[in-house]
């Protein structure tokens, strides 16, 4: 996997994905990232994805997490 760092495999990947996806049509692509995961949130924003209306809230189902 690290071979394919910094081709652009990921970023053609995502291109591709969002091209079939408006052909579909579809309204809305939604995806989630860590908001401390530079390198995912910097390919989507080369994608064209920006911050949404919607926030993320979580519980943890058990008492380890």
Do not use: C, N, W
């Not at 995502?14 to 989630?32: D, E, F, Y």
């Not at 908001?35 to 189902?61: H, I, K, N, T, W």
């Amino acid at each position: 996997a690290k071979a394919h760092l910094h081709h652009g495999v990921a970023r053609l990947l995502l291109a591709a994905l969002v091209t079939r996806l408006r052909q579909a049509p579809v309204a809305s692509i939604r995806s989630m990232a860590k908001r401390d995961d530079v390198a995912v949130l910097r390919l989507f924003r080369s994608g064209g994805f920006s911050a949404g209306p919607y926030v993320e809230l979580v519980l943890a189902a058990t008492e380890e997490a």
